[in-house]
């Protein structure tokens, strides 16, 4: 698919700020509900033997089946050694899966009316238990933070919160750029920065929250997309 933003861009109505609106843009609802689902058809396809660009094309058939009309940025596959690297520069390869193994798939659609969308997956392949458990922990540890979000929180304080409890587990955060999420707007990502120890922005509309760690020899990723609103926050 091809991955050209030079499309129309949905207009929000708002701007980031106190100001913002109660809920989120249904064009943004509905292109995370298929980056969601493009996702899950990613890592069902996990089985040992299976290659990265074959999971590739099983995610951009699904897409272009339902209406997608590109993809802001790669389309992240990684098996094996791979799941230590999700960057831009990294795309999928002819690494195989093994017996025992972890597929990671982060997906970014871009809808008709030009809305974006971010979600990553995993799951674990064969009998591997450590894996499944820091799989396990580390989504109860994304899902948990979630849960403190607040609207115009900054965004080092949820960096913060996130990086302590992802410490005190045993995991050791594998983002390039030491963040684990970025501002998502209409057509735009990272105009409001990453979720790291630097950025004191307050976060309002959207962003993506991707805690990316190993533990052990494991490493596994979630991503899901949160609306700051008005009044509360809402996964997407």
């Keep these: 698919m091809t991955t050209t933003s030079a499309i129309t861009k949905p207009a929000w109505d708002y701007r980031p700020g106190p100001d913002i609106a109660f809920t989120a843009p249904e064009g943004l609802r509905a292109a995370q509900k298929l980056a969601k689902a493009a996702a899950l058809v990613g890592v069902a396809a996990a089985r040992a033997g299976i290659r990265e660009v074959e999971v590739e094309q ?10 997608a009309v590109g993809i802001w940025t790669i ?25 025992q193994d972890v597929l990671m798939v982060d997906v970014h659609p871009i809808t ?11 799951a674990i392949i064969g009998d591997y238990p450590e894996a499944t458990q820091a799989l396990r922990d580390l989504e109860r540890i994304h899902y948990e933070t979630l849960a403190l979000c ?4 900054p965004a080092n304080e949820l960096f913060a919160l996130s990086h302590q409890r992802l410490t005190q587990e045993g995991f050791i955060l594998l983002d390039l750029l030491g963040n684990i999420g970025h501002s998502l707007t209409a ?14 922005t307050p976060m309002w509309g959207a962003w993506a929250i991707e805690p990316f760690a190993q533990r052990g020899e494991v490493a596994v990723k979630v991503e899901d997309l949160l609306w700051f609103g008005r009044e509360g926050c809402e996964i997407l």
């Design 58 to 67: 099983q995610v951009h058939t699904y897409l272009q089946q339902q209406g």
């Design 75 to 99: 389309t992240n596959v990684g098996l094996g050694e791979n799941t230590r690297v999700c960057f831009p520069t990294q795309g999928p390869g002819e690494q195989i899966a093994g017996e």
């Design 112 to 122: 008709a009316d030009g809305s974006w969308g971010d979600c990553t997956r995993c």
């Design 150 to 153: 607040r609207p115009g929180m």
């Design 187 to 200: 057509g735009a990502a990272y105009t409001q920065g990453f979720i790291d120890a630097g950025n004191a």
